[in-house]
């Protein structure tokens, strides 16, 4: 099993400017290995497969970095080639910018290069050192390193993801379906359950809207290009990454209470969701509200404890069913329809959470037909 863990770190000046470096000379090499791919393909007819070695006689500061981060470049880059060639659709490897490009580099761990010392809050780097980190979750015993990724955001702030590997064996629980939960997604919050609990996005967000609407409206006043709009810009990234932590630490809570209380957890795929909702024009909720993250994170945390995750098939009419009676209703597909009541049994339905019951059913008859 494999486990990331995303660390804030606070690297000294003379760190940032070696990351500064480093996160140059991989976009450097990756763009010299494309350019020379492509012009080997056009005028040979061939490919090739440069290094970033051959580079550095004429580069000579690219020996001042990491060099296990510029060896990555060459393997993310043949593997951009492969999912280009392989998958339709998938777009060809494209030149990286400054400005387009995230900064970030990964380097791998060869015997204790990359290590974490949770003691005093340290990790160390190729090159940089030991780096003064906020270690929130340290790696359990027998947890082995295997790579890490530092990067930086758009504000500024500075993050290493750390990649562990465990043998771990979980013992499957028994009877899972006798302890499960169904879910809905919801484009205005998150999901509504099958036992009637719906859950919205948390108050806090509004508060956080308001800062960034706050700190849009500032930069509105300064002079493009100027010092002052320079800071305003790193003001909205920073209320933006604020905005994104919030949301993955709320996400990671919900997952967590369900993962912990249920044995098996029932959802929809979200595909089928986006697209039946672009009719309606809300798709900018759908996108935003990290549904699929929450999915993610579920998934894995249901598995961590021997727990069952089932995705149902992407035509099950969830909402279109009565949970009494089982009829379907086609009529109530609309989804300005809220609340309704089943013209052959009676029952009084809220949409959202008949759908959770319905999504429920199917996955464990799904489970115990599998
Ligand atoms: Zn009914």
Known sequence: MNRAIKYRIYPTEEQ??????????????????????????LTEGRSCRPTPAKYKKEYPYLKEVDSLALANEQLSLEQAYSLYFKVKGAGHPKYKSRKGSRASYTTNNQNGTVAVDAERGLIRLPKAGMVKAKLHRRPEKGWKLKSATVSMTKSGSYYCSVLFEFDREVKPVEHPEDNAIGLDYKSNGLYADSEGNVCGSPKYYRKTQQKLAKAQRKLRHKIRGSSNYRKACRKIAKVHEHIANQRKDFLHKKSAEIANQYDMACVESLDMKTIANKGFGNGKATLDNGYGMFLNLLEYKLADRGKVFVKIDKWYPSSQICSCCGTVHPDVKVLSVRKWTCPDCGAELDRDVNAAVNVKKEGIREYLSA
Do not use: P
């Not at 470096?21 to 393909?41: A, I, P, S």
């Open 16 to 41: 940032q400017v070696l990351f500064a470096k480093t996160f140059g000379c991989c976009r450097k090499v990756w763009n010299l290995m494309l350019d020379e791919r492509e012009t080997v393909y």
